[in-house]
């Protein structure tokens, strides 16, 4: 059977012809070294952003370097919630739960207010906060177990309730346990990272009193993030292109389709709830230690929907999607904060910011009618040598030979790509 090949022109015949999406195809098409050639200075860029103190980003009512540590843990829940939402399609309205309690784990075992003060017995002050971490990412994983093992056989709008509940629990009990958490006064002096302590800055960089913009504590917090966010995102990246990604997907978009053809369901979402969850933890932990300071009142519905709206509005299942959708919530309230007038218009700033949420409701309603899949939405390729498959694709569409194209790819790999493809040959295996 002969095939032939036509030049597809840019913008027709497909899905999605975006700006968003012909940034994205390119970028797919790059080879690794070069997406790491591009990223790292970009990454480098955007790190120096808050001592660049661009005219047209910086903030005016509010300091550009909090701002920014505020969206890099804005930006580690969006990747931890999409784990559980984009990648695996589980409604989870109550994500805030384990950001708490991530929080807490950490305000618990550092913070003088607390009985369960470990920093005055044998944790270091200096690297109590940094010891903490890893069981503030470990209790929160044990906590998505606990809730996921009797609340995952639910779908749709009955998990969304369960765990909506759950996070107003946690709220609850952080409330009323005033002989652990303090209740409402809440726990203070919560161990940071000290490092580069001076003279002049006696607790270090990390220290809420060090406010030497712009070499603040603000831009300290925001490049510790980025570390974060960088280790996250390779973390969570090998696991979609594994089996339990490729699973992942199997179950949203069709869980009965992938338990027929004998995906464990089951154990992939518990797996998808748990790394959620660690994350979270991982999040709220960092953010105990940058405000010093944890209240129940900052962990209420309202911050889980929050969330949630960052990755809906940046693309579910986009990793780098998500994290756009986290600085957009995060970064234009606070570009209105203080504004009196905008391109020589005056404004309110102030009472811009304040209908943030009305703002954001409605550009959700636009997004779900003209843009569904969310601004940078995520295009599922084969999942197995989907790099190699798609750069072929694209020199067959640009005039040369496919066949030749295809059998130098499937030269490198198995004989039979899709033996390890939970649903193969399904859509899931195919570019949406």
Known sequence: MTTTTASVPAGKNRPYSGTGDRLRLWWDAQARPTQWLIGVPFIVFIAFLPVLRIPVLTTVGTDFGGVMAQF???????????????????????????????AYTVALLTSPDSPWNLTD???????????????AIAI????????????????GDYLAIVTLGFGEIVRLLADNLTTITQGGRGLQGVAFPYFGGTDKNPDGVFSAGNSDAPWNSGLWWFWLSIVLIVIVLLVVG???????????????????AAEI??????????????????????????????????????????????????????????????????????????????????????IDGNDIAGYKYLFFGIALIVLMIFRPQGLFPA????????????????????????????????????????SDVPGAGTKDGGDR
């Open 238 to 256: 090998n696991l979609e292109r594994s089996r339990v990604g490729r699973a992942w997907i199997a179950i949203r978009e069709d869980e009965d």
């Open 121 to 135: 017995q044998w944790l270091s002050q200096r690297w109590a906060w940094l010891f903490c971490v890893p069981i």
């Open 72 to 102: 890099g843990m804005i930006a580690l829940v969006a990747i931890g919630l999409n784990v559980v939402v984009g990648s695996a399609g589980l409604l989870d309205l109550g994500y805030v739960g384990f950001y708490a309690i991530g």
């Open 140 to 155: 929160t994983a044990i906590s998505g177990l606990i809730l996921g093992s009797p609340t995952l056989r639910l779908r």
């Open 261 to 346: 053809m004998g995906v464990p369901t089951f154990k992939f979402k518990l797996w998808a709830f748990m790394i959620g969850a660690a994350i979270g933890g991982l999040s709220g932990a960092l953010y105990a230690g940058q405000v010093q300071f944890v209240v129940p009142t900052n962990f209420n519905v309202i911050n889980s929907m929050f969330f949630l709206c960052a990755v809906v509005l940046g693309g579910q299942g986009n990793k780098l999607g998500v994290i756009l959708g986290a600085f957009i919530i995060v970064y234009l309230p606070n570009f209105f904060q203080g504004r009196t007038s905008l391109f020589g218009i005056p």
């Open 379 to 418: 295009r599922q390729k084969l999942l197995a040598y989907s790099r190699g498959l798609y750069q072929a694709a694209r020199r067959a569409a640009l005039g040369g030979d496919r066949a030749t194209s295809a059998a130098a790819v499937l030269a490198d790999g198995p004989a039979d790509a899709s």
